[in-house]
């Protein structure tokens, strides 16, 4: 027996510091094809320099890759870290040439679609080329003017998180207006063996019951974070208090330095706070928004029912969203009031460091949530209103 399949073509453009990413897509897509190429009648098929240009001679390697692949792409997928590229006869980098061909043609006719994402993660300095980061940061800040809408991310996770709600907003596009003229045919045996890797057999509902029992952890958490923040902030207060009571009364060093050893212990003991729930917060994030995104995929498969469920999502995660918000501009300030503590003892001193340092760490956890979190509630939104 046969079926038919829609084949999208993804073409990834990028330079070479972004190779895992390249790398990561191709994983992603194969997996996505295992969910979606049975129930929806898609199938992604990745076209990359590496395994869809042969040998051959050219007046430039770009003029090659260019000829090779063509123009006839459903989807662009750029990717940008540290480096912009190798300049060409005919722009400032290879990425940015397959860039501004998709663009043109994305303007005259439609398509393809453009995605393009920024790793914002920090960069050796051994590894770093200025003149590169000051092109790359140049083309993002243009990219708004072209009507471009593009993604950042910190790590892998958030990468292959961003990703996959992507693209199951792309399969409910494309599986709605679908334009026939590529379609693959695929055996029943091919359809077996496709199928056959070891993959968790759970539902939309159990993907949707895990998210919800994640992030249910993840605000007791920040709740931890949060009641913790509030009361440090307090004895901190109530420290400087007494030391500020006692300058009129001529205080020996002794008792302002037992004072001071207070306060630099209830930083301490904060900073110990912050320490056990980075962890436990770190996963319930990843647990938490891989369900999600499991859950959009999964969700393709009965797109044209009742979205209720997905509303619902939207609503939780944009209250979420607001929470992680108010938690960092929280201990963003807080961060602030310890930063300008005065250096009085070296106890405090001390203190003050692992505080901050826990607080850094803190912050960008919350930094990673709200980016996440963005991106799979734009794919959320483009899926409910398709």
Request: glycine share 2%; hydrophobic share 35%.
């Given at each position: 027996m046969t079926r038919k399949s829609t084949v999208i073509q993804l073409f990834v453009a990028s330079p070479s510091d972004v190779q895992r990413e390249r790398d990561l897509l191709e994983s992603i897509v194969t997996e996505l094809n295992q969910a979606w190429s049975r129930s929806l009648g898609v199938t992604f098929e990745l076209v990359r320099w590496e395994t869809c240009v042969r040998p051959a001679l050219g007046s430039d390697p770009q003029s090659i890759i260019n000829e090779q692949i063509g123009d006839e792409y459903d989807v662009f997928i750029g990717i940008l870290w540290g480096y912009f590229g190798t300049l060409t006869p005919r722009a400032m980098s290879g990425t940015l040439e397959e860039f501004e061909r998709a663009y043109k043609r994305s303007k005259s006719t439609g398509a393809p679609e453009v995605m393009f994402y920024f790793k914002d993660a920090p960069i050796a300095p051994s590894k770093m080329d200025p003149v590169q980061l000051q092109q790359v940061q140049s083309f993002r800040a243009a990219l708004p003017e072209k009507g471009s809408i593009y993604s950042t991310f910190e790590d892998e996770f958030g990468f292959q998180t961003s990703l996959r709600a992507h693209l199951a907003a792309l399969a409910q596009k494309f599986s709605i207006v679908i334009t026939p003229a590529r379609n693959i045919t695929f055996t029943e045996t091919a359809c077996i063996e496709s199928t056959s890797l070891d993959v968790e057999d759970l539902g939309f509902l159990d993907y949707v019951e895990l998210y919800e029992s994640r992030m249910a952890d993840l605000t007791t958490i920040l709740t931890v974070i949060s009641n913790a923040t509030v009361r440090v902030g307090q004895q901190i207060n109530q420290r400087t208090?007494?030391?500020?009571?006692?300058?009129?009364?001529?205080?020996?060093?002794?008792?302002?330095?037992?004072?001071?050893?207070?306060?630099?212990?209830?930083m301490d003991a904060y900073a110990n706070?912050?320490?056990?729930?980075?962890?436990?917060?770190t996963s319930s994030r990843e647990a938490a928004l891989q369900a999600l995104t499991q859950a959009l995929i999964l969700y393709q498969e009965f797109r044209n029912t009742d979205k209720s469920d997905l509303q619902n999502l939207y609503i939780n995660l944009t209250s979420l969203l607001r929470a992680a918000c108010d938690s960092w501009k929280s201990l963003a300030g807080f961060r602030d009031s310890v930063s300008r503590l005065p250096r009085m003892t070296g106890d405090l001193n001390r203190a003050k460091r692992a505080v901050l340092g826990q607080l850094d760490f803190m912050l960008g956890e919350i930094d990673s949530t709200r980016h996440n979190i963005?991106?799979?509630?734009?794919?959320?939104?483009?899926i409910l209103k398709g």
């Open positions: 208090q007494e030391i500020a009571d006692l300058q009129g009364q001529r205080p020996d060093t002794a008792t302002t330095r037992r004072l001071v050893k207070r306060a630099a212990d209830d706070i912050l320490a056990k729930q980075l962890p436990p917060m963005n991106n799979i509630l734009k794919s959320i939104d483009t």
